[in-house]
Nanobody, 116 residues
Framework: QVQLVESGGGLVQPGGSLRLACAAS????????MKWYRRAPGKEREFVAS????????NYADSVKGRFTISRDNAKKTVYVQMNSLSPEDTAVYYC?????????WGQGTQVTVSS
């Protein structure tokens, strides 16, 4: 079965960096685009970034453009997001996801807290 396991979250000071990872199993990783979403306290889940199956195309939310970088290692079946210049507004639970018709699959999420 599809499994997505996020890791790398934690507490970081404003201006700091974190690198999240999402390890995938149960499907042919290199066939699927991957996405990161986040849900901040009291807010709707929002798109963060996506990457094509071969890693050649990426897309970012305006709120993270220039600060976050999504990447993937198809040999390791892992997708990453490098997050720099973090601010308290980036505090959220971060999820990776795939769409395998007819449904989306989600990981359990990893908490990122940006606070001094």
């Amino acid at each position: 079965q599809v499994q997505l396991v996020e890791s790398g979250g934690g507490l970081v000071q404003p201006g700091g960096s974190l690198r999240l990872a999402c390890a995938a199993s149960g499907f042919t990783f290199s066939d699927f685009a991957m996405k990161w979403y986040r849900r901040a306290p009291g807010k709707e889940r929002e798109f963060v970034a996506s990457i094509s199956s071969d890693g050649g195309s990426t897309n970012y939310a305006d709120s993270v453009k220039g600060r976050f970088t999504i990447s993937r290692d198809n040999a390791k079946k892992t997708v990453y997001v490098q997050m720099n210049s973090l601010s308290p507004e980036d505090t959220a639970v971060y999820y990776c996801t795939i769409y395998w018709p007819p449904r989306d699959y989600w990981g359990q999420g990893t908490q990122v807290t940006v606070s001094s």
